[in-house]
């Protein structure tokens, strides 16, 4: 596979480096020989200096033959035109990154598909609907629904060592998984759930059942909506609040998506230092939504603005110690949900460490939907967690594929990969060792990082 990749920023060189860890072709260009010798030097892929716009360039860099063409400069004007572009000159596939909301509304993408655009990608409103899933409960970490209304759900809870002791003859509501092994758990709560991996010490485990939860552990769920309150008691969350006080440190574009995403009946508090972005944010944040004019590390603000009452805090400004640390001085003052936008890739695990509460990267983000379009079976939706080198993706099985020939313990699926849950006929269930899977079944299945293209022959 041959992919071109115009633009040599964040999310470009983000790409550029996860792909070139596949083992794929990839040209990087840009404009800025600068910017394309910071990558030369700790990546081993092919850079070009080129205008992505170039007619000539384009072909110079081999597009007739390229499978798939991603331009994501800061322009959004740019992407658009080289994306059309790139169609035009034989490319199979195009993504042009974006930053106007109306584009993305489904009556408009047949334009897009017209001029030869394959995908629209926007960053900032994928990292909105993160932000704003995550926030449905302030004891998860992150959460994901699937299906349309997501009976199905993956979700990531911090392990803390304050809870109860455990106690087989108490009721289960009194129960807690510290301490104890995935099949001990199981035995005891009805295999309600699925522990599909353990974010410790740095390193995300693919558990068994003899794998102990210990204290600190990110670990992550897969179980159907009614089980989630369940799982809220057995972590010792269950007295955590309902999100209602939001303060967002940050009047960017990824603050405003982040008003629109957010439930209205939510209060919302957006501190912005600078004045005249602060004029600006009046005509486009919600109703509900509130704009102060400050600085986001002036801790004497934050109390007087009522900090110390907020249900979240989400710091979304373009510095990412700002970010930590403010979420960490937020936790520390009681605040129970707190959210970081990271960029740095660099930083993930020190925001883990310092248990900053939910990390949003757009460029991994953005990376989740890009990534989908290189499988090449049937694959509606990818997701690759920001702090844990996974992935979790969903399938559609089709007739006479790989997984419907046997039961899921005979499959010989590769270690790191597990079969979380599914749909079948509309209803949302979990999957096992001794599920027998038919065509049409939606699987959802969770991946550590490196092993999703493995499951394309089991699922074409």
Same mark, same amino acid.
């Given at each position: 596979?041959?992919?071109?990749?115009?633009?040599?920023?964040?999310?470009?060189?983000? +790409?550029?480096?996860?792909?070139?860890?596949?083992?794929?072709?990839?040209?990087?260009?840009?404009?800025?020989?600068?910017?394309?010798?910071?990558?030369? @030097?700790?990546?081993?892929?092919?850079?070009?200096?080129?205008?992505?716009? @170039?007619?000539?360039?384009?072909?110079?860099?081999?597009?007739?033959?390229?499978?798939?063409?991603?331009?994501?400069?800061?322009?959004?004007?740019?992407?658009?035109?080289?994306?059309?572009?790139?169609?035009?000159?034989?490319?199979?596939?195009?993504?042009?990154?974006?930053? %106007?909301?109306?584009?993305?509304?489904?009556?408009?993408?047949?334009?897009?598909?017209?001029?030869?655009?394959?995908?629209?990608?926007?960053?900032?409103?994928?990292?909105?609907?993160?932000?704003?899933?995550?926030?449905?409960?302030?004891?998860?970490?992150?959460?994901?629904? *699937?299906?349309?209304?997501?009976?199905?759900?993956?979700?990531?809870?911090?392990?803390?060592?304050?809870?109860?002791?455990?106690?087989?003859?108490?009721? %289960?509501?009194?129960?807690?998984?510290?301490?104890?092994?995935?099949?001990?758990?199981?035995?005891?709560?009805?295999?309600?759930?699925?522990?599909?991996?353990?974010?410790?010490?740095?390193?995300?485990?693919?558990?068994?059942?003899?794998?102990?939860?210990?204290?600190?552990? +990110?670990? *992550?769920?897969?179980?159907?909506?009614?089980?989630?309150?369940?799982?809220?008691?057995?972590?010792?969350?269950?007295?955590?609040?309902?999100?209602?006080?939001? =303060?967002?440190?940050? /009047?960017?574009?990824?603050?405003?998506?982040?008003?629109?995403? +957010?439930?209205?009946?939510?209060?919302?508090?957006?501190?912005?230092?600078?004045?005249?972005?602060?004029?600006?944010?009046?005509?486009?944040?919600?109703?509900?939504?509130?704009?102060?004019? /400050?600085?986001?590390?002036?801790?004497?603000?934050?109390?007087?603005?009522?900090?110390?009452?907020?249900?979240?805090?989400?710091?979304?400004?373009?510095?990412?110690?700002?970010?930590?640390?403010?979420?960490?001085?937020?936790?520390?003052?009681?605040?129970?949900?707190?959210?970081?936008?990271?960029?740095?890739?660099?930083?993930?695990?020190?925001?883990?460490?310092?248990?900053?509460?939910?990390?949003?990267?757009?460029?991994?983000?953005?990376?989740?939907?890009?990534?989908?379009?290189?499988?090449?079976?049937?694959?509606?939706?990818?997701?690759?967690?920001?702090?844990?080198?996974?992935?979790?993706?969903?399938?559609?099985?089709?007739?006479?594929?790989?997984?419907?020939?046997?039961?899921?313990?005979?499959?010989? =699926?590769?270690?790191?990969?597990?079969?979380?849950?599914?749909?079948?006929?509309?209803?949302?269930?979990?999957?096992?060792?001794?599920?027998?899977?038919?065509?049409?079944?939606?699987?959802?299945? *969770?991946?550590?990082?490196?092993?999703?293209?493995?499951?394309?022959?089991?699922?074409?």
């Amino acid at each position: 596979m041959k992919i071109i990749i115009a633009g040599a920023g964040a999310v470009g060189t983000h +790409l550029a480096r996860m792909l070139s860890a596949e083992n794929i072709n990839v040209i990087l260009l840009d404009e800025s020989e600068e910017r394309l010798s910071k990558v030369n @030097s700790d990546l081993d892929i092919m850079t070009m200096v080129a205008d992505p716009t @170039s007619i000539g360039d384009l072909k110079k860099a081999g597009i007739e033959s390229a499978d798939l063409f991603i331009t994501v400069t800061p322009d959004e004007s740019t992407n658009i035109m080289c994306g059309c572009i790139a169609r035009q000159l034989g490319c199979k596939r195009t993504v042009a990154r974006i930053d %106007n909301y109306e584009y993305m509304r489904p009556e408009n993408k047949r334009i897009f598909e017209n001029v030869g655009i394959s995908s629209l990608i926007y960053p900032e409103l994928l990292a909105s609907r993160e932000i704003a899933d995550s926030c449905k409960f302030s004891w998860v970490r992150q959460l994901w629904e *699937f299906g349309e209304k997501g009976d199905l759900v993956l979700l990531s809870v911090k392990m803390h060592d304050d809870h109860p002791i455990y106690d087989k003859e108490i009721s %289960n509501t009194h129960n807690v998984l510290v301490g104890h092994t995935l099949k001990e758990i199981g035995i005891s709560h009805g295999h309600k759930f699925h522990v599909v991996a353990i974010k410790r010490d740095g390193e995300t485990i693919h558990p068994n059942g003899d794998v102990k939860i210990m204290a600190r552990d +990110l670990v *992550f769920f897969m179980t159907t909506k009614e089980a989630v309150p369940e799982i809220a008691v057995l972590a010792g969350k269950s007295g955590y609040p309902q999100i209602k006080n939001t =303060l967002i440190l940050g /009047g960017g574009k990824l603050s405003v998506r982040a008003t629109w995403a +957010l439930p209205p009946s939510m209060s919302i508090k957006v501190v912005e230092p600078d004045t005249d972005r602060c004029e600006r944010l009046g005509g486009l944040l919600t109703d509900n939504s509130m704009i102060i004019n /400050g600085e986001g590390h002036d801790m004497d603000l934050l109390i007087d603005e009522g900090m110390d009452n907020m249900d979240a805090f989400i710091a979304l400004t373009e510095n990412d110690e700002e970010n930590i640390l403010a979420c960490v001085a937020a936790r520390r003052r009681g605040v129970r949900k707190t959210i970081a936008q990271v960029e740095n890739i660099d930083y993930l695990d020190m925001a883990e460490a310092l248990d900053v509460g939910t990390v949003i990267n757009k460029k991994v983000i953005a990376a989740s939907h890009i990534y989908q379009m290189l499988l090449k079976s049937s694959v509606d939706n990818v997701k690759m967690l920001t702090v844990a080198e996974a992935d979790v993706a969903e399938f559609v099985v089709k007739e006479g594929s790989r997984v419907t020939r046997d039961v899921v313990m005979n499959l010989g =699926l590769p270690r790191g990969i597990n079969i979380g849950g599914m749909f079948r006929d509309g209803k949302a269930m979990l999957v096992g060792g001794k599920t027998q899977l038919q065509k049409g079944d939606r699987i959802v299945v *969770f991946c550590i990082a490196g092993t999703l293209k493995r499951l394309d022959k089991f699922f074409k």
